[in-house]
């Protein structure tokens, strides 16, 4: 079955380290987000993709980074830099409409980031 | 600039009873609207989306939502809550600006308990 994985699924970070999460989709599509997951705040985006070797900023990207080398692969790293990066960080893709934005997102199972 | 306000952060209701989610809408330009649901420690599933076709969109396991304009509404409903029904559940509107990245705006969710 087509789908998104992430991994791994639960991911310590030791003060001043960085950490990749991985997400990875069978479903051919060309669009990629990254959203972070905080209780009672919503999803909110940190990064997108809507083709290879290309990326946005979104509205929280401050002290994380992302490649997108490959199609099917969108690697999100949380830096150093980021804070409080203790959160549930979900991984998406959809297909590009034609009318652009009427296509629905698909969500991997998340990663649950801590700090140790 | 497009926003989603999903009133009520907790809505508890009886097994048997109706479910009523509310969300309203901010946009400029006809709207793509979607519901999702999310379970604990599991990503987000696709409900229903409305994409300017009917304006009583059904989606699955007995939801559905309609489509006001006239009262920028969206919200979402199923005339017999079942146990298997909580879980927190996403308005999103699809960011329509002029470059259809397919972008989403979530609101904050709403949490569904259902008692027996």
């Known amino acids: 079955d087509g789908g998104i994985t992430q991994s791994p699924k639960y991911l310590f970070r030791k003060e001043g380290q960085n950490v990749t999460l991985s997400c990875e989709q069978n479903l051919n599509h060309d669009a990629m987000y990254w959203y972070r997951q905080d209780p009672g705040q919503g999803l909110r985006l940190i990064y997108y993709?809507?083709?290879?070797?290309?990326?946005q900023k979104g509205d929280i990207a401050e002290g994380y980074s992302v490649s997108r080398e490959k199609k099917e692969s969108f690697p999100l790293t949380v830096t150093s830099a980021q804070k409080n990066p203790t959160a549930f960080y979900l991984c998406a893709s959809s297909r590009q409409g034609a009318a652009g934005g009427n296509q629905p997102q698909h969500f991997g199972d998340g990663t649950r980031l801590s700090i140790l | 600039a497009q926003s989603v306000t999903q009133l009520g952060s907790h809505v508890s209701v009886s097994e048997g009873a109706l479910v009523l989610l509310r969300c309203n809408y901010s946009s400029s330009v006809p709207p793509y609207l979607f519901w999702y649901v999310q379970y604990p420690n599991q990503g987000l599933q696709l409900l229903l989306k409305?994409?300017?076709?009917?304006?009583l969109v059904k989606g699955n396991n007995g939801f559905e939502a309609e489509f006001k304009k006239s009262e920028t509404s969206f919200h979402l409903t199923k005339p017999s809550a079942h146990m298997s029904d909580a879980a927190e559940y996403f308005c999103a509107v699809s960011d329509r600006g002029s470059s259809n990245t397919g972008k989403l705006i979530f609101g904050q969710g709403t949490t569904l308990q259902v008692k027996p």
């Open positions: 993709s809507q083709i290879v070797n290309d990326f």
């Open positions: 409305y994409t300017s076709a009917a304006t």
